[in-house]
């Protein structure tokens, strides 16, 4: 073992043992004894709950699948204002990015959407693990994470989630073909009588203002004999939180070379790049530098990114439950959410623009360099250059923001009863759509009037000239020399000197455009169960479950026509990409699951599911589990199931996506006239759908045991182990080889249609890629779980309840594609490969408090060269990501029955996130905490 290998599992070894000192859950396995002060008024009903594993109502919690639950307590106690910041903190839900906050939203095709989360289970995609609401189906989020379809954590009101049940394997058998990873079940509160308020409030002890605010409202009661009903309210405000607010965060390891000071060469007289100098008024002289290509005047690009949007919700939640009769329940649920929000990125940049040499703008100075520069080839005054035009390098002004206002909700109507014997039957009718809507509030610039204004074609009065023939594709100009002025106008011209800062009436509202998108999902579902004992057999009841369930899926996701790109402007918008989706499915389903005791002590659960789906065919899934209890102290488990994943709606009906992509030479030296050692052409490109996209499937198996050596005390052990084929996803390089084998278009530059799969290629390099969605290969990941519960009756010093939960990752193997070479992940960038949590909860009389501990271990950084130049660093040198932990605090006092003030503290030692020299934001954002110490004061009283 290296040393670098026995420091890091030391210190690996040291913070599990420190976590396992401080221990109880915010994810508690499902098994264990409630803390919640409410537990023991809890009904006899609950008795014979329906679990997140199973569809038969009466087993053990402890049954032969793992599960895991998040409390409505775990939840108050993290003082977390929304849902997705309790569960990325879930050893079971870390790995690779999938699990997303709105900490890493924008307007950007590489960021997630702008308002939205989502939880993705084992690493494997927010797509690849199934979300329900109640124990049934989720309308999908109107906007994708770029083609990947997902539901919207967010739109999940957080005073109305009464609890979170995880199962971390899979489940296509039981809930649905696509339950590859697991299931996130979100239990909403129901049943509640009285009135609750809640307030809370809270900060950062940064001295910036990330300030949240949250109000609730709960109300609920009895009418007459056989109705209730309760009614959540649900208010959160947060303020934006940018990187610029942090030191780890607020200078970019490699600033942009492209600044608002633009770098100017006309690439005939000129050979070095040339711009606006300190010593003439023009770039500030801490950020003026020259490179191999001239100068530069560079921009810290994270002193414009939010880290977490500004985000306002209200939302509620409305049940009523009518008594029919003594043995059957009308029941209805109505769930809303309104989410605005705003997310802010970079200023976009432009690269060759054409500049007319006659712009009135030109400052002497820098006309005077560009003459010296290009005297060596042959010029001796500017009017050299007038009639060819000076191609500028620079970024707009203002950033990139967009605002999303997203409404969801969700209808459910059904009956429950009983049909005899213990027998009991549901049916139900669902309803849930989401509609979004995105404009853009600053930075998105019109490409076309862009290059105009700066090259005099457009005139004050809003009429256009042909001073210049303007070749948008490429981008290029050439002169021809109509001129407002000769139709007794005046030229309207933009200004990108001074850093772009002054420019005449007019000229904004010419560039600026809101680019409205608009999206649209909808979910039609009907589904019936029935669920009882089949016989009686000598070591217990025989139970089983069946059901069958209909749904129609609808989305559509329509960007601004002054955003879709085309042959002829494939950049309708300085630096922004349009996306769009139109897809439709009907699905059914029918499925069966049996609880067989074969012996004293011996479970096995059989079950099997049937999916049609249309468009990509039918599935049969099986699953098989089984518990075996030898003794009262000691259970072991096991599993297997398969999944058929028919590709998302975003997927199946995915338009055109803009997206970029810079050409790997040594990976596909076709693309680079044969030579490996070149540097790759960086493309605009785009990614294209594909009506032929097949289903990806997987099968999973694991196996645990559960150890009880006295009453207060729980181990669990579980392993486990999924692999996911066929993945509907983009390999750009295996693509571009299969293009070039002739497998798809190769054609010249600026002859290949937007959203027809291809390569342009110009003198033998590749200069324009449209990637299409394909199926391709396959991801593997297994490791191991660890949990443990301890309860202790401290006396008078009060009760406590200790807990450790642990992932070990094994193995994270990923291979894009046949011809891809294969992908090590676990440890790698972004993949965490232990990760454990644990909190010690303590309770006295009106006091409670816990103290949790969240840790993550480190894993190999993936810094670029230029990153490494930028810092100074040795280029072939390994770097590695430090481990990080964090502690969190809750104190609470019950100031009358049902009452409490209580003060909530993230990162109570204010630890900062390590450095990541990968990552643009310095940091990651998707595993580690870049907010610092964040305190919350939450006051509820119940009447």
Same mark, same amino acid.
């Given at each position: 073992m290296s040393l670098h290998a026995k420091i890091h599992f030391g210190a690996t070894s040291a913070a599990a043992l420190l976590l396992a000192g401080i221990s109880t859950p915010a994810l508690a396995q499902s098994n264990a004894t409630s803390d919640d002060p409410d537990a023991d008024t809890a009904s006899a009903e609950e008795a014979t709950i329906v679990v997140t594993g199973s569809r038969i109502g009466g087993l053990p919690t402890d049954g032969p699948v793992q599960t895991l639950t998040v409390s409505r307590q775990d939840i108050l106690e993290s003082g977390a204002g929304t849902v997705i910041e309790v569960l990325q903190d879930l050893p079971v839900a870390v790995g690779g990015g999938a699990t997303f906050s709105t900490a890493t939203a924008g307007p950007l095709s590489s960021d997630t959407p702008v308002g939205a989360s989502a939880v993705s289970l084992r690493g494997l995609g927010a797509s690849s693990t199934l979300t329900l609401i109640n124990g049934r189906r989720a309308q999908i989020s109107a906007f994708a994470r770029g083609q990947e379809s997902f539901i919207d954590a967010s739109s999940i009101p957080l005073a109305a989630i009464e609890r979170v049940e995880v199962l971390p394997s899979g489940a296509s058998a039981i809930y649905g073909a696509d339950a590859v990873a697991g299931v996130v079940n979100y239990v909403l509160r129901d049943d509640f009588e009285g009135l609750e308020l809640s307030a809370s409030y809270g900060n950062s002890t940064s001295g910036t203002d990330e300030g949240r605010y949250n109000l609730t409202? $709960?109300?609920?009661? %009895?009418?007459g004999d056989r109705n209730s009903v309760m009614l959540v309210v649900d208010y959160f405000k947060r303020n934006p939180f940018f990187l610029r607010d942090r030191e780890i965060?607020?200078?970019?390891?490699?600033?942009? @070379? @492209?600044g608002f000071y633009p770098s100017f060469n006309d690439l005939f007289f000129q050979f070095f790049d040339q711009t606006e100098e300190p010593g003439d008024g023009g770039?500030?002289?801490?950020?003026? *530098?020259?490179?191999? /290509?001239?100068?530069?005047?560079? !921009? #810290?690009? #994270?002193?414009? $990114?939010? $880290?977490?949007?500004?985000?306002?919700t209200i939302g509620g939640l409305?049940?009523?439950?009518?008594?029919?009769?003594?043995?059957?329940?009308?029941?209805?649920?109505?769930?809303? +959410?309104? !989410?605005?929000? %705003? *997310? !802010?990125?970079?200023?976009?940049?432009? +690269?060759?623009?054409?500049i007319d040499p006659e712009n009135p703008?030109?400052?002497?100075? /820098?006309?005077?360099?560009? !003459?010296?520069?290009? +005297?060596?080839?042959?010029?001796?005054?500017?009017?050299?250059?007038?009639?060819?035009?000076?191609?500028?390098?620079?970024?707009?002004?203002e950033p990139r923001a967009v605002e999303v206002e997203s409404d969801s909700y969700r209808i459910t109507s059904g009956l429950r009863g009983d049909l005899g014997g213990d027998w009991a039957f549901d049916v139900a009718l669902l309803f849930g759509g989401n509609d979004r809507v995105q404009r853009g509030v600053s930075g998105l610039v019109i490409a076309r009037n862009f290059y105009d204004l700066n090259l005099g074609n457009i005139c004050t009065d809003g009429s256009r000239v042909e001073r210049w023939d303007v070749d948008l594709g490429r981008p290029d100009a050439d002169f021809v020399g109509d001129t407002c002025e000769d139709a007794g106008k005046t030229t309207l011209w933009y200004n990108p000197f001074g850093g772009q800062v002054s420019q005449e009436d007019g000229v904004e509202e010419l560039l600026a455009t809101q680019a409205e998108r608009s999206g649209r999902s909808r979910l039609y579902a009907f589904d019936a169960s029935a669920n009882g004992t089949l016989l009686e057999m000598p070591a217990g009841p025989l139970k089983a479950a069946f059901g069958g369930e209909f749904r129609r899926e609808t989305l559509r996701d329509t960007p601004s026509g002054v955003a879709v790109a085309t042959l002829d402007n494939p950049e309708p918008i300085l630096g922004f990409s349009s996306t769009s989706a139109e897809a439709d499915r009907n699905s059914w389903a029918v499925y069966g699951e049996l609880y067989v005791p074969l012996a004293q002590g011996l479970d096995v659960q059989l079950a099997g599911r049937f999916d049609h789906f249309q468009g990509f065919g039918s599935d049969f899934n099986p699953k098989i589990a089984a518990?075996?209890?030898?003794?009262?102290?000691?259970?072991?488990?096991?599993?297997? +199931?398969t999944s058929f994943r028919a590709p998302s709606l975003a997927q199946s009906g995915a338009g055109v996506l803009l997206s970029s992509y810079r050409v790997d030479c040594e990976a596909t030296p076709g693309a680079c006239d044969g030579d490996a050692g070149a540097d790759g052409q960086a493309v605009l490109s785009e990614d294209v759908g594909n009506p032929t996209l097949g289903a990806e499937n997987a099968r999973s198996f694991g196996g645990g045991a559960v150890l009880s050596p006295t009453p207060d005390i729980e181990l669990r052990v579980d392993y486990w182990n999924i692999r996911h084929e066929d993945l509907v996803g983009i390999d750009e390089d295996d693509f571009i080889r299969r293009a070039l084998a002739g497998e798809f278009a190769v054609v010249g530059a600026g002859d290949l249609p937007t959203g027809t799969p291809g390569l342009e290629v110009t003198n033998g390099f590749v200069s324009d890629a449209?990637? @299409?969605l394909t199926n391709l290969g396959f991801q593997k990941t297994d490791g191991i779980d660890f949990g443990y519960t301890h309860r202790l009756d401290?006396?008078?010093? *009060?009760?406590?309840? /200790?807990?450790?939960?642990?992932?070990?990752?094994?193995?994270?193997?990923r291979q894009a594609s046949e011809a891809s070479p294969l992908e090590e992940l676990a440890g790698d960038y972004l993949y965490p490969d232990f990760i454990a949590t644990g909190k010690v909860r303590w309770r006295s009389d009106a006091w409670r408090a816990s103290l949790s501990g969240h840790y993550k271990s480190g894993y190999r950084d993936d810094p670029s060269n230029r990153t490494l130049e930028a810092l100074g660093l040795p280029l072939d040198a390994e770097y590695e990501v430090d481990d990080y932990l964090t502690f969190d605090l809750s104190v609470s006092y019950d100031f009358a029955p049902d009452s409490f003030v209580q003060l909530s503290v993230r990162n109570l030692f204010d630890a900062d996130p390590p450095r990541v020299l990968g990552s643009s934001a310095n940091v990651d954002l998707f595993n580690h905490d870049l907010i610092g110490r964040f305190a919350t004061v939450r006051v509820t009283t119940r009447f």
């Open positions: 409202a $709960v109300a609920g009661t %009895r009418i965060s607020r200078n970019s390891f490699r600033p942009s @070379q @492209q770039c500030a002289e801490e950020d003026f *530098g020259s490179g191999n /290509l001239g100068e530069f005047c560079e !921009v #810290n690009t #994270n002193a414009f $990114v939010s $880290v977490q949007d500004r985000l306002e409305f049940t009523h439950q009518f008594e029919i009769s003594d043995s059957i329940t009308w029941y209805n649920d109505a769930l809303y +959410s309104r !989410v605005e929000s %705003r *997310g !802010v990125s970079s200023p976009a940049n432009f +690269s060759r623009a054409p703008f030109w400052p002497e100075a /820098l006309k005077d360099d560009i !003459v010296k520069e290009g +005297s060596f080839e042959g010029a001796s005054d500017f009017s050299d250059f007038y009639g060819f035009p000076i191609y500028a390098w620079g970024k707009i002004r518990r075996w209890e030898p003794a009262d102290w000691m259970a072991f488990r096991a599993n297997y +199931s449209h990637f @299409q401290g006396g008078a010093a *009060g009760d406590f309840t /200790l807990t450790f939960d642990a992932t070990k990752i094994f193995n994270f193997e």
